[in-house]
């Protein structure tokens, strides 16, 4: 059974920087591209950034500049690097994966950009 397990959410305050990590497990015989999608209170999910097994990368324009998306095939992991974080940017941030032909969540960590 394939599993999504995301780690480095939490409060920051505005300008900071945070790094989202997920790590994909189990039986995996392909791996495609890999995001991250945000969702905040009363509003729909969004994408924030995905990438391909090629390393070819996609940013939602409001976060063109600040964050950066990063993968290490070695460990079926995606990295999201948030720089100069805006109150805006509060939501729940999910992982995504195509896996063996399948697409996959995870459970979502809680970003919070206050002061």
């Known amino acids: 059974q394939v599993q999504l397990v995301e780690s480095g959410g939490g409060l920051v305050q505005p300008g900071g920087s945070l790094r989202l990590s997920c790590a994909a497990s189990g039986s995996m015989f392909s791996i495609g591209s890999m995001g991250w999608y945000r969702q905040a209170p009363r509003k729909e999910r969004e994408l924030v950034a995905s990438?391909?097994?090629?390393?070819?990368?996609n940013y939602a324009d409001s976060v063109k500049g600040r964050f950066t998306i990063s993968r290490d095939n070695a460990k079926n992991t995606v990295y999201l690097q948030m720089d100069s974080l805006k109150p805006e940017d509060t939501a729940v941030y999910y992982c995504?994966?195509?896996?063996?032909?399948?697409?996959?969540w995870g459970q979502g960590t809680q970003v919070t950009v206050s002061s």
């Open positions: 990438i391909t097994s090629l390393l070819r990368t």
């Open positions: 995504n994966a195509q896996i063996n032909f399948s697409d996959y």
